[in-house]
């Protein structure tokens, strides 16, 4: 009996919700989350150089969803749609423009794209945990958050640093950190108080 819930509480929403695989409604919830992605990707305050969107959560969504893997594959899957010309970034944009050009004979980044490069590595870090056991209760969800935030600064700070090479330290924080702590302050207490009663559906679902 024991053995039995530790397997239950180490599975992700997917698991539990589908226990037959099917490699094409698998296919099927990827674009459908890749759709969502671009949808919470476009729910934006515009600021420069970096808007404040819900992309982040949507994220955390699909990590505690599908797991590691498939959470990576299909933020993986989200680059490729924008890059190939769906607007699924931020504004509607799309394209390689958003990680690079060349402007005037020279390398020109993308201030943003660190931050979308991060999501993939963020996805797989939280949906790992996930798999592990943890984001059951608010502390664990919140330690969850913070880890995949962290993943995503971690990313998307240099790169934006990079992007804007004029712009010092302290600068580079005011443009691409703080401005969006009150947002993911807010993005955070809204997972804290809604994921685990999604965990209590989920496992009432799947029984």
């Known amino acids: 009996m024991v053995e039995n819930k530790m397997e239950h509480i180490h599975k992700t929403w997917y698991s539990l919700l589908f226990k037959q695989k099917n490699i094409f409604f698998e296919a099927f919830l990827v674009v459908l989350s ?4 671009g949808v919470l990707a476009n729910i934006q ?15 955390f969504l699909i990590a505690f969803f599908f797991g590691s893997w498939r959470a990576a594959i299909t933020l993986l899957t989200y680059i490729v749609a ?6 699924v970034f931020a504004g509607h944009s799309s394209g390689l423009s958003v ?10 980044l993308g201030p943003s794209a660190g931050y979308i490069i991060g999501f993939v590595f963020a996805a797989f870090a939280v949906g790992l945990l ?12 919140l330690l969850v958050l913070l880890v995949g935030e962290v993943i995503i600064y971690a990313f998307g700070l240099p790169w934006l640093w990079m992007a804007l090479p004029q712009l010092s330290f302290w600068q580079v924080l005011m443009a ?13 207490i809204a997972a804290m108080s809604l994921f685990p ?9 799947s029984r």
């Open 176 to 188: 691409g950190l703080i401005p969006f702590l009150v947002g993911d302050t807010i993005k955070a």
């Open 197 to 205: 009663y999604m965990w209590k559906g989920v496992k009432k679902i």
């Open 82 to 87: 924008g890059v190939v010309g769906f607007g």
């Open 45 to 59: 305050i515009p600021l420069w150089p970096v808007p404040i969107t819900m992309q982040t959560f949507g994220i």
């Open 34 to 37: 890749v759709a969502i992605l």
């Open 99 to 108: 990680f690079y050009s060349i402007k005037e004979g020279a390398l020109a």
């Open 130 to 141: 996930i798999e592990k056991g943890y984001g059951r209760n608010w502390k664990s969800i």
